[in-house]
């Protein structure tokens, strides 16, 4: 795929010389070399490899191929030894780029200094989006992170600086918009530390979610290892229409194959249907697929990409897509492992939720499902933007609806949010009058950023514990997440249903069939929403946020404060003993869903995101503790008192008692925070044993040389008691494909065995005994 024809100069100059809006990595031909843009003149990059690669790989399967396939394959460290088989073994892969967000980027970085490593191997990029707390408006809440996160800031940009990373800094926008706007292209394999990188998909691209050790393994120019993954096929056929909209294509897809049907799988968007949906639109389908679990989703290239990469100022980048389409479309007579067809003429809108993304309703069933459920029917607020639905199409689409109500002179009953995706976004809608009608409508434009989303929002309105409803364009809704207030309902859909119900303020509004009340009385329905894909004129880029690394950075210094209680350097995690881990105590048998939120809360604890002890304390504090249906209240069997659960933990490492979690299905879905493998492992943790993991958390416990670890029967998740201590043993024959056991020894003096599964594979067996990948990864340094 892409290979950088450069030497010295690949790292400094893929990344851009200070331009907003062409800092792109990009597939070129080798037989028309295309500079990449006025900013990266000596950058030039080619589809060669992926074509040499894909052609070898066909020949071996001899097959036709998917377009995930396609991308994926073509990214081997080694096309023609590399054992290929869905959903069994794992391929090694040479992403083409990294991009990480400020939360996650702190220990990704961090774990990078500690390898010791002069400078990083592939391009990449710090994104400041997630520590701007949503609280007035834009320029005041950005003012005031700036501010409240200096110290963090100014360890991105000097760590960026000395590594070689680019540095978006903050109110530059969110990582997936800026991504899209200028990374993302037809063909590119780009990891990035959020859960929500594969937005990019949108524009034919893999992009993946993964932990920042996973990161740190592509910036060290290590191959990067993947399951292979099983590829879901969505045909679509008809074309959007009306209320319609491309987030209706995702909620429906997540109420079929719900929070973990997808996982071990790229979902691929093909048939006639997707030419009816534009580029920003594919991107929030690929965005949400994150919430069925999904490795990635992607589409195939085609006009509306090819128009979007104009726009954002690639036009060479597109004529080359042209020249290469074969390679950015799936193989006909391919083979899917699963098929979902969806009509989109027949697709209706959608609304998801409360308390989980699947949970998937007609907008037309809502208002009486929510009577019948007992949620709140006022909707106290209205949210539209985020980095799944912030496209000038989104925002337009949405003012489309606002002017309509303005000139019957009504404004919103519910409170009413926007964020803009990115300064360019921002910039254009205010250009272009879309911000002035929704500020009119009753909206609080907020800073280019996160915000409410991940849980950055300093919310007054209600008081904790007060039930009540909110309606989102977001991706997900999980208990508490956007405004730590478990009693808050929250539902996610398009931005044009949100706008429409908070214009209504209530869910029992149906927009394509219920009229609404003028002041003066007249009754009146909206009309469906409208809105230009794109702007006619050009994007206007706004502020220049970007910082370039200098071309030499080796004699630059990262300091961090002993004494700060935001950022701590790394220590090592101890090795392993070479014995099997006898008598470690259940710390928590979780109850039903334990999400990343539920493990490792964001919100108010993404400040402490670069210093692990700190941010420790957040250890499993929203998970359901199975003993009492408590949360943050568990046993301490050394004491016999009830505790919070890190201080639970801290009391065992103290002690020198080694612990283990016990969970249910899906176990750490959601974020890609791998803090939520970090703290366990910090703490005392060994092992995690539950019905079934998420696929980046599972990875994350590996890097962090925990045992991330399955049972056999699923039903022996009933015979662990929270007073038990377990050993697990085999771990001197540890190997790839065989199951280890486990002795539950309860209180009562009795013991019973089971069977333990795992997903390790060699390398990941030597990170587990070296203590971690960062430390097997000095290990073969020396």
Known sequence: MATYCLTVARLQLALGQGARRFHVAAALNAKAKVTMSRFEPNTSVNYDKLRSNIDIVSKRLNRPLTLSEKIVYGHLDDPVGQEIVRGRTYLRLRPDRVAMQDATAQMAMLQFISSGLPKVAVPSTIHCDHLIEAQIGGAQDLQRAKEMNQEVYNFLASAGAKYGVGFWKPGSGIIHQIILENYAYPGVMLIGTDSHTPNGGGLGSICIGVGGADAVDVMAGIPWELKCPNVIGVKLTGALSGWTSPKDVILKVAGILTVKGGTGAIVEYHGPGVDSISCTGMATICNMGAEIGATTSVFPYNHRMKTYLEKTGRGEIAALSNENEDLLVPDSGCHYDQIIEINLSELKPHINGPFTPDLAHPVSDIGSVAEKNGWPLEIKVGLIGSCTNSSYEDMGRAASLAKQALDKGLKCKAQFTVTPGSEQIRATIERDGYAKVLRDVGGVVLANACGPCIGQWDRRDVKKGEKNTIVTSFNRNFTARNDANPATHAFVTSPEIVTALAIAGTLKFNPETDFLTAPNGEKFKLLPPTGDELPARDFDPGQD???????EGSGLKVEVNPQSNRLQLLEPFDKWSGNDLEDLQVLIKVKGKCTTDHISAAGPWLKFRGHLDNISNNLLIGAVNIENDAVNKIRNLLTGEFGGVPDVARHYKKNNVSWVVVGDENYGEGSSREHAALEPRHLGGRAIIVKSFARIHETNL???????????????????????????????SFAPGKPLKAVIKHIDGSSETIELNHTFNETQIEWFKAGSALNRMKELQK
């Open 702 to 732: 590996k890097k962090q040389g925990l045992l991330p670890l399955t049972f056999n029967n699923p039903a022996d998740y009933d015979k662990i008691r929270p007073d038990d201590k377990l050993s697990i043993v085999g771990l001197k």
């Open 545 to 551: 946020t970007y910082q370039h690394p200098p071309p």
